[in-house]
């Protein structure tokens, strides 16, 4: 069974769960909350002065969109990110090419054959995970003092306070929570927008464990 995203036209192969909303930003939308986008890829990178300012997935080329769909059917690490942060800063400086050698990793490419299963490619796909990653990420919200809803498959929570978070001098706060949003993805928890979200308001609207 040949799976595929069906975007602008054309069919893709299925985005990696691993990237989870950040396929929104990337990809189709780029909005004023692109700050967790932005810190998630430097962490991945290893790039701290990486910046998504000026970045505008609208802007991007037939063929940067192309290889940037060919990326995202990667799972989220340091080689991926890298390549994602290169297509963002070709965007930024309006130009609409790729650079050969990432041509040559990720290839620009559609599904060929007639598809017979077509996804949302909103619609979050996930992996099978062991053991479930939320007792992990609301410990770890616990102690980072982060207000999270946790209510079936989504997570509330105010991105300017996540971001904040993961743009921390402490090198272990950022990878756990690198780790932890990615454990997320995979098992198909989505992160919303809350802005402003209070201890009340989550223990409203979240189900039990919600901090």
Known sequence: MTKCNYIDGHYYEIF????????????????????????????????PDFSMSAYKAKCLSELQKS????????????????????????VKKHKVDVDNDLLEIFPPRSVHKTPTEVHDPHKKHTHQVDISPIEPWLNMAKRLQMVVAVHSHHIEIDMQVLARHLNSENETIRNNLLN????????????????????????????????
């Open 16 to 47: 990696h769960p691993g990237w989870g909303g950040f396929v929104e930003e990337l990809f189709f939308y780029t909005s004023r909350n692109y700050g967790v986008t932005e810190a998630f890829l430097r962490n991945l990178t290893g790039i």
């Open 180 to 211: 932890s949003i990615i454990d997320l993805h995979n098992a198909g928890y989505e992160i919303r927008n809350h802005p402003h979200l209070t201890h009340s308001e989550a223990h409203l609207i979240g189900d039990e464990g919600s901090t």
């Open 67 to 90: 290889v940037l769909a060919t990326i995202l059917t990667k799972a989220p690490d340091r080689e991926t990110g890298l390549a994602v942060v290169n297509i963002i800063n070709k």
